[in-house]
């Protein structure tokens, strides 16, 4: 797993993270069987199997310490890249934004959050991706 060091020191990846995708959109793209149930249709399906993402999620259940996911998604599967630790309040106010369910799930990550990680790996700003939340 990588470090927030690490990230920070990787330009290509730092740059790479891709700020407004979100677990769902993620499904959407990348897998079969996701194509049609999402609402927001203001992205491009994967060309090919070239097709890459950098982005980060929260599982509601990593608590102790709360941390977010680094994930790295191709049309061939998903692999955890890095777990950062990140502030109480922006790991709760993030899930709650997002909306609680019942026996955990994973959650996007809300502007606050995005931008508390954004700052410490120096990447491009988040707004150049287009994000809503």
Do not use: Q
Request: glycine share 8%; hydrophobic share 40%; with cysteine.
């Amino acid at each position: 797993m990588l470090t927030l060091k690490e990230i920070r020191r990787n330009r290509m990846l730092a740059s790479s993270i891709d700020w407004a995708m979100t677990p769902e959109k993620a499904v959407e793209l990348y897998l079969e069987w996701g194509i049609g149930w999402i609402e927001d249709k203001d992205f491009d399906l994967v060309a090919g199997g070239s097709d890459e993402s950098y982005y980060f999620a929260i599982y509601d259940w990593e608590i102790k310490p709360p941390l977010v996911t680094l994930i790295h998604r191709t049309v061939e599967g998903a692999e955890e890249i890095a777990k950062i630790e990140v502030p109480k309040e922006l790991f709760d106010a993030s899930c709650k934004e997002d909306g609680i369910k019942p026996g955990g799930a994973v959650h996007r990550l809300n502007r606050a959050l995005k931008y508390w990680l954004n700052v410490r790996i120096e990447g491009p700003p988040v707004e150049f991706f287009g994000t809503e939340h």
